[in-house]
């Protein structure tokens, strides 16, 4: 059973960082797509980063470049999302995504439609 398992979520102060983790398992996913996305309250589900497969390129959310960094560590088949600077508005459930597709375009990884599989969200409360 293929399963995407984020943690380090949690409540900060603004100004705090953070790094949340993403552990696959059922499969390996370093020569696929991976991505971060966030929902908060009230809203839809929006694109916050995304690495190539294998990490070669990584992409960002123009809202979010400088403070947030995506990383990946194929030998443990783990994705890593660091938030720094973090902001009240930065407050969502932040959920990993992974794509069953290797041929894919760097402009097509900010869309939901291309991941395939989906963890089940850290929660990440910023307070001011």
């Known amino acids: 059973q293929v399963q995407l398992v984020e943690s380090g979520g949690g409540s900060v102060q603004a100004g705090g960082s953070l790094t949340l983790s993403c552990a696959a398992s059922?499969?390996?996913?370093?020569?696929?797509?991976m991505g971060w996305f966030r929902q908060a309250p009230g809203k839809e589900r929006e694109f916050v980063a995304a690495?190539?497969?294998?990490?070669?390129?990584?992409y960002y959310a123009n809202s979010e470049k400088g403070r947030i960094l995506i990383s990946r560590d194929n030998a443990k088949d783990t994705l890593y999302l660091r938030i720094s600077s973090l902001k009240p508005e930065d407050t969502a459930v932040y959920y990993c995504?992974?794509?069953?597709?290797?041929?894919?375009?760097?402009?097509?990884?900010?869309?939901?439609?291309?991941?395939?599989?989906w963890g089940q969200g850290t929660q990440v409360t910023v307070s001011s």
């Open positions: 059922g499969r390996s996913f370093s020569n696929s797509p």
């Open positions: 995504s992974a794509s069953g597709r290797t041929a894919l375009l760097g402009t097509q990884l900010s869309s939901r439609t291309v991941y395939d599989y």
């Open positions: 690495s190539s497969r294998r990490g070669g390129t990584t």
